[in-house]
Structures are given as structure tokens and as C-alpha cells.
């Protein structure tokens, strides 16, 4: 668990957050732990998360099932991930928990006669990432919001969550952020296969030699990009 400690006067006097924070270092310490940043802990942490925070990782299963599929988180679970990502805490960036079931699709009943083995609908996966279609699902609840990027988040065995970082392109803060307002010119991002994941789900991590059938799309050259 980790505390944000702000500064405010006490009985004893004003708040000293040195004291506070030297304490909470030491304690990691006398477990094993070096000193380190709270990014650094945090990262280390989700390495692998369903051991390293138990009881945490159980809580938001139980609560996270019960929500709707697609919500607005108050902020991001992971927040050393999110912020390689770009997300800033600030006015003008949203944190949206996507749920996605896992598995394969299943494909509409062919209409013409045939035995079921060879109806063709089960078995297939689709195309796109999960962590794609988590992205366009986000995108099109929050019409007026552009996804900047997302992230894994958890899983069990009938789901995954994606935490999707949306940006209001409206926004006076975003347009004055030289470090983000290249945004306010895009349009239907994940739609149009701009996003990092959207890019990495159509192949374009990969250039050169095997990778001849990516470009320009994978609906040319007879769909063999993929």
C-alpha cells in the first residue's frame, strides 16, 4: 500500500515529510529491499502483480467484475506505466478501464446448407489485438475524448482489463502543451490504426527483410501481411 502525504500542520507542529519518508524507506529496508524511487518499487511490483499484491490484486478482481465494461477511472492504476505513456495529471487527460473477454470469436451461421463441422464459426481469433479492441470500445463511449495510448492492467481467467489514456482535444490545457497539443489535429486515431498498439497489432514493429506484406496495409497484397 502507498501513501501520498501532503503537508499540513499537526499538535506537535508542522508535518515533517522527511522524517515520515525516511521511516518508510527504512522499513523496506529491513525487509530486503533497497532504496528506491516509488516508480521503481511500483514497477518492480507489477513484474509479477498477482504475487507481489495479493490481497490488493484480489480486491480489484471482486470490485472490477462488478462494474460495466467500459468505465472512467479516477486515476491510473499503474501510474510509472502511464506516465511512460504521457499521461500527465492534469486537466484534459482521462483514464479509461476497458474489460474484454478472452478467447476466440464466433462467427455468424453461414446461410447456405452444410454440416456443422463445417459451418466455420468457432475457433477463429480475430485480427485485432484485444488490447485494440479494448481502445475502440473506450473511443467510441467517449466520442469527444482522442486515445493517446493504453496499457495491460489485469487479468483472470475470463477477462482482461486495459487502462486507456484518452485526451480532450478541446481542452485550453492540452492546446497550450507544447508536449501534447499535436493531438488536437488528429481524428478517430484508433479507428484509423495510429495508435501504438493499433500499429504493433498491424505489424509495422517490423521493417525489411520478412516484412515485405505489411505495407501499405494488411487489407493489400491478398491479406498475406499478417
Not at 502525504?5 to 527504512?26: A, H, K, L, Q
Not at 479492441?133 to 489485469?154: F, P, Q
Not at 499535436?182 to 516484412?211: C, F, H
Amino acid at each position: 500500500m502507498f501513501y501520498v502525504f501532503r503537508s499540513y500542520n499537526t499538535v506537535e507542529g508542522p508535518f515533517n515529510f522527511n522524517r515520515v519518508y525516511n521511516i518508510f524507506v527504512s522499513s523496506f529496508a529491513v525487509r530486503g529491499y533497497q532504496k528506491m524511487s516509488y516508480y521503481k518499487y511500483a514497477r518492480e511490483h507489477y513484474e509479477q502483480p498477482k504475487e507481489n499484491l495479493d490481497e490488493i490484486w484480489q480486491d480489484r478482481l471482486v470490485e472490477w467484475r462488478k462494474q460495466e465494461a467500459t468505465v472512467e477511472a479516477e486515476k491510473p492504476t499503474r501510474i510509472p506505466k502511464a506516465r511512460t505513456k504521457g499521461y500527465k495529471a492534469k486537466k484534459g487527460f482521462n483514464v479509461i478501464r476497458s474489460r474484454i473477454a478472452k478467447g476466440g470469436s464466433k462467427r455468424k451461421r453461414a446461410s447456405g446448407g452444410r454440416r456443422p463441422k463445417r459451418a466455420g464459426q468457432n475457433r477463429y481469433s480475430s485480427k485485432k489485438s484485444k488490447q485494440v479492441i479494448a481502445e475502440e470500445r473506450a473511443s467510441r463511449k467517449y466520442e469527444n475524448l482522442e486515445v493517446l495510448d493504453s496499457y495491460w492492467v489485469m487479468e483472470d481467467g475470463n477477462y482482461k482489463w486495459f487502462e486507456v489514456i484518452m485526451v480532450d482535444p478541446e481542452a485550453p490545457e492540452i492546446k497550450n502543451d507544447n508536449d501534447i497539443n499535436w493531438i488536437t489535429g488528429e481524428k478517430n486515431r484508433v479507428q484509423r490504426g495510429l495508435t501504438p498498439a493499433a500499429r504493433s497489432s498491424r505489424g509495422l514493429d517490423n521493417k525489411g527483410k520478412g516484412a515485405e506484406k505489411v505495407r501499405p496495409s494488411q487489407g493489400a497484397k491478398d491479406g498475406k501481411g499478417k
